[in-house]
């Protein structure tokens, strides 16, 4: 019988890099194929033809860290979810908050379905809203025509579900308004930008027909506002406790003062977002997706009620839990990009166990909430430099030429010393061989 996998593999930070890779085949997450792609001389399996056949101007391959967060539970469900990420921290806070979730139950999340919009602007209308009522009288026919541009869609269960208009006033010229026809297209799997901008072109002549005017721009909009993540968590006070903070009540408190800063403040607001992002858009680069879309769409939403605001906010509920949620739009694939072409999102999307769109973007809402909170806790506590120049020690070793266990042994003196410069990581090395 197989054995059940666990998210939970304590201590693994602490292993030497092979022995983390035995421990994931060994708790099921990976074959040992598997384990040898991502590791040895052609890490990530990533050859040249295919990197040339991905972008232009192609001269090489540039790599950044696979790393893996540990002990998600979602929606009941033991999870790993792999991120791609140059900064240091990032993984081990995402991982150690998903491990204080867990005494909460983790996080529950949900998802409002896959429609996504392309948007057809029409302009020189003398009257774009009669405009607008015949584009509405031909609905029908309309969306008969975009299923017709979009077979494969329609056969994965996909395929056109409405037709919107919208008419818009040029703030510069408020009598020259446009019409905007929006076709919202149930997307299934597939992120959308192709078949959105297939049926945006495609049926903007049709629409020109019906309307008159003069057709403007033909393409998706990123805004995927009916594709949104929800996510949220609870935490009994107790698990927020640090060692120099043993009242995890105050802990919760200042978190919850921290949302309120962010949700007050714009220059906080920003921030706090960018930790959320820093867990969510590690897992869309390792598993392939357009992370400039979700950056844009999840910045609008923060902004939809006039204010910039934190996509997540903390509270603490009626017996005392921590409680934190988050909604956003998110438009990620498992079919079609880069989940065909490139090996390593191949691997990412297998090791995370992703079995569809929905559940990648509960995966990579469920890191950002995770590194959320592993910010504000840190925040409201020691401060994030503590941990931060341990990491930094550790790159400054690197640098400084130290491998194997010397790594260790030269960043634990500079931490001690309170020094992190490069020099006197060289100075250490020089010396530890003759210890
Ligand atoms: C650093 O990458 C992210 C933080 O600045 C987020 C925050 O301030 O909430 C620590």
Same mark, same amino acid.
């Given at each position: ?8 593999? &304590? ?62 539970? =979602? ?143 033909? =393409? ?108 956003? &739009? ?106």
């Amino acid at each position: 019988m197989q054995k059940r996998r666990t998210a939970r593999i &304590p201590g693994f930070y602490r292993l030497p890099l092979g022995e983390r890779l035995e421990s994931l085949v060994a708790a099921g997450w990976l074959t040992e194929d598997e384990a040898r792609s991502i590791s040895g001389p052609a890490a990530g399996g990533f050859d040249m033809e295919i990197a040339n056949a991905m972008s232009e101007n192609v001269i090489g391959v540039h790599a950044l860290p696979l790393g893996i967060c540990l002990n998600l539970l =979602i929606n009941g469900k033991e999870r790993v979810a792999p991120m791609v990420v140059e900064e240091p921290s990032v993984v081990a806070a995402a991982s150690n908050a998903a491990r204080l979730t867990r005494e909460g139950g983790g996080f529950t999340v949900e998802t409002t379905g896959s429609v996504m919009a392309a948007q057809i602007q029409v302009k020189g209308l003398a009257e774009p809203t009669a405009a607008a009522q015949l584009i509405q009288a031909e609905a029908p026919s309309l969306l008969e025509a975009v299923n017709a541009l979009i077979p494969n869609m329609v056969n994965r269960g996909g395929g056109a579900r409405e037709i919107e208009t919208r008419v818009i006033p040029l703030p510069s010229q408020p009598e020259a308004r446009m019409l905007c026809v929006h076709v919202h297209v149930d997307c299934r799997d597939a992120m959308g930008a192709n078949t959105l901008n297939t049926v945006a072109e495609g049926l903007a002549p049709r629409v020109q027909e019906i309307a008159g005017g003069e057709i403007g721009l033909r =393409i998706l909009t990123n805004y995927a506002d009916r594709r949104l993540v929800r996510v949220s968590c609870r935490l009994p006070p107790e698990s927020l406790r640090t060692k120099k903070w043993p009242d995890g009540g105050l802990v919760r408190d200042h978190i919850v003062d921290a949302s309120r800063f962010a949700e007050a403040d714009t220059y906080r607001a920003v921030t706090h977002n960018k930790g959320f992002m820093n867990g969510l858009d590690a897992v869309l680069v390792a598993t392939g997706q357009d992370w400039r879309a979700a950056e844009a769409a999840a910045h609008a939403y923060a902004s939809r009620t006039g204010a910039y605001g934190p996509l997540a906010t903390w509270r603490k509920d009626r017996e005392g839990f921590l409680e934190g949620e988050a909604e956003l &739009p998110l438009a990620v694939g498992t079919v079609g990009g880069a989940a065909r072409a490139h090996p390593g999102v191949r691997l990412s999307l297998r090791l995370g166990r992703i079995e569809d769109a929905a559940d990648l973007a509960s995966l990579a809402a469920s890191v950002g909430l995770a590194s959320n909170l592993a910010a504000l806790r840190a925040l409201a506590t020691d401060g994030i430099q503590r941990g931060h120049m341990a990491l930094h020690a550790r790159t400054v070793a690197i640098e400084a030429g130290a491998t194997g266990d010397l790594i260790h042994r030269v960043s634990t003196t500079l931490r001690s010393e309170g020094c992190f410069r490069l020099e006197r990581a060289k100075e250490i090395l020089k010396k530890l061989p003759e210890d």
